[in-house]
């Protein structure tokens, strides 16, 4: 039976998640070099058309309908076909459109966070092929395994909205294509620092904003589980942000926005899989675990000289590493019914399979994503030429200028 306020929620916490990727654009596009802006942006907002034309036609279909226990679904609700606006078998209290149109906003946002670990280098052509192929070998199969009542899912393994399924898919993807791609190239003298930190605010700010959808709507009803998602999520990405601010500011001898921005962002990847499995307490201690474990990877990063360049491996891949593992340590019935005790409550079965799903989704994500570039880049060559990003995307490949300054 449909609930009117059930149906409510889910329909504004849809709108939250899809500001996320604008968000996403504004925080990558901070970040960039100016030259490069656009570009970055571009790749975000494709993603909202692109994948929403897979979404309708196919890719819901292939994570929800039918396929247990397996890797993929079927096709019996190709392009919509018997899902409308009555309840379907995923929330009984929501129209399946309902559910359809809040699961299409993971599905769009997941690849986007990709493109901030090859930005200033990839060809747009490159990457929309990438985008498409990456969607259906990566995004859809994991989806439909830990959510669509897949091989995971099967084995109990829990995700409450998305820290494997989108963190670390698309994080690890980003690790692949840093190998696969390559770093960037730099003018002599060329300054490599963010060209616009106020935009990494924004962005920043539409993600913590939206994020709130993302976490509390995943309780596909307003309920105490969404209730307590929202302020566990609040609560992580806090802490996640003056822990991770602490320990740049005792590095660098200075307090740094950016710090602050990223360590925020930290926290909400790493409380993702486990926001409405875990109390309050437990939020706090994965909002420090985040900020500490995620800028420990940073360093790790920077001493081995890969040009993430915005650090989407260390906050989504190894942050949504973390929080899906932790799930397997904090995880409680008292806080949600539908979900398992973790490790503290003594189920070592639980957390085995909590853990050896989150190594297996991430190898999948890296091993697959490091094939298919490798073979776009035989087909067609994944990087644009030298002199090209030298010029920079906004103007060799868009024709376009962020800022027309003379």
């Not at 790749?43 to 979404?55: D, L, P």
């Not at 994020?211 to 999520?233: C, D, H, K, Y």
């Amino acid at each position: 039976m449909i609930s009117t306020g059930d149906t409510a929620f889910i329909l504004i916490c849809t709108a939250l998640v899809a500001i996320m990727t604008p968000g996403v654009a504004f925080f990558y596009g901070g970040l960039v070099r100016r030259k490069n802006f656009l570009a970055i942006i571009m790749q975000s907002f494709i993603s909202m058309g692109v994948v929403t034309v897979i979404w309708v036609l196919v890719g819901y279909s292939l994570v929800f309908s039918g396929g247990r226990g397996s890797f993929i679904g079927n096709l019996d609700w190709f392009a919509l076909s018997g899902v409308g606006q009555a309840p379907g078998p995923w929330a009984p209290s929501i129209p399946a459109l309902a559910h359809f149109g809040y699961l299409e906003m993971f599905a769009v946002i997941t690849p986007a966070l990709i493109t901030g670990a090859f930005a200033d280098r990839v060809k747009f052509t490159s990457y929309l092929v990438f985008l498409v192929f990456w969607s259906f070998l990566v995004y859809l199969p994991l989806a439909h395994m830990t959510w669509g009542g897949g091989y995971f899912a099967a084995h109990g393994v829990l995700d409450f909205a998305g820290g494997m399924v989108v963190h670390m898919s698309s994080g690890f993807a980003a690790l692949a294509s840093v190998f696969v791609v390559g770093s960037r190239h730099f003018e002599p003298g060329e300054h490599k620092q963010p060209h616009n930190l106020a935009f990494v605010a924004l962005g920043a700010a539409l993600l913590w904003f939206g994020w709130f959808g993302f976490n509390a709507g995943s309780a596909l009803a307003a309920n105490g589980v969404a209730a307590q998602a929202f302020v566990n999520t609040d609560i992580a990405a806090s802490v996640a942000m003056c822990a991770w601010l602490a320990v740049a500011w005792w590095r660098h001898k200075r307090p740094s926005l950016l710090s602050a921005m990223t360590g925020a962002v930290a926290g909400l990847v790493v409380i993702t899989p486990g926001a409405g499995y875990v109390t309050v307490w437990a939020a706090m201690v994965i909002g420090l675990a985040a900020g500490i474990v995620c800028f420990a990877a940073v360093l790790f990063v920077q001493k081995m000289a890969w040009d993430d360049a915005v650090d989407v491996w260390t906050v989504h891949g190894v942050g949504g590493l973390l929080g899906s593992i932790v799930v397997g340590v904090f995880a409680s019935k008292a806080v949600n019914p539908a979900g398992a005790n973790g490790l503290i409550f003594g189920n070592l079965h639980f957390f085995g399979w909590q853990l050896l799903a989150s190594l297996l989704a991430a190898g999948y994500a890296f091993g697959v994503t490091y094939g298919l570039l490798r073979l776009i880049d035989v087909v067609g060559s994944v990087r644009v030429a030298r002199r090209v990003e030298l010029r920079g995307l906004d103007e060799a490949e868009l024709g376009e200028r962020a800022y027309n300054l003379t």
